[in-house]
């Protein structure tokens, strides 16, 4: 069975820092680009960050650079991180995590694999 789990959402200040993690499980992530996007309420879901399957390219949205951090980690499994530091109200969402098996249209919705996602949200 494919699993995407998130955790490490919770309550912040601004300013604060968060760290997400998404494990992934049920068969070979090592080879899937993954990415994390995030939904508002009321709002649709984009994209916030992406990693190639090595690790050697990463994507950011405008609204996270250089305060938002994707990293992954192949070497047991497959976990995928997101640092996110200096964070505002306005990041407030559900994050959630995701792969797909290309690096086409990364930053559009179409993955194959979504996780449940986590909370995230950031008080002023």
């Known amino acids: 069975q494919v699993q995407l789990v998130e955790s490490g959402g919770g309550l912040v200040q601004a300013g604060g820092s968060l760290r997400l993690s998404c494990a992934a499980s049920g068969r070979t992530f090592s080879s899937y680009t993954m990415g994390w996007f995030r939904q508002a309420a009321g709002k649709e879901r984009e994209f916030v960050a992406a990693?190639?399957?090595?690790?050697?390219?990463?994507?950011y949205a405008d609204a996270v650079k250089g305060r938002f951090t994707i990293s992954r980690d192949n070497a047991k499994s497959t976990y995928t991180y997101l640092q996110m530091n200096s964070l505002k109200p306005e990041d407030t969402a559900e994050y959630y995590c995701?792969?797909?098996?290309?690096?086409?249209?990364?930053?559009?919705?179409?993955?194959?694999?979504w996780g449940q996602g986590t909370q995230v949200t950031v008080s002023s």
């Open positions: 995701a792969a797909k098996q290309s690096l086409w249209n990364i930053r559009t919705r179409d993955y194959d694999y």
């Open positions: 990693i190639s399957w090595s690790g050697g390219s990463t994507y």
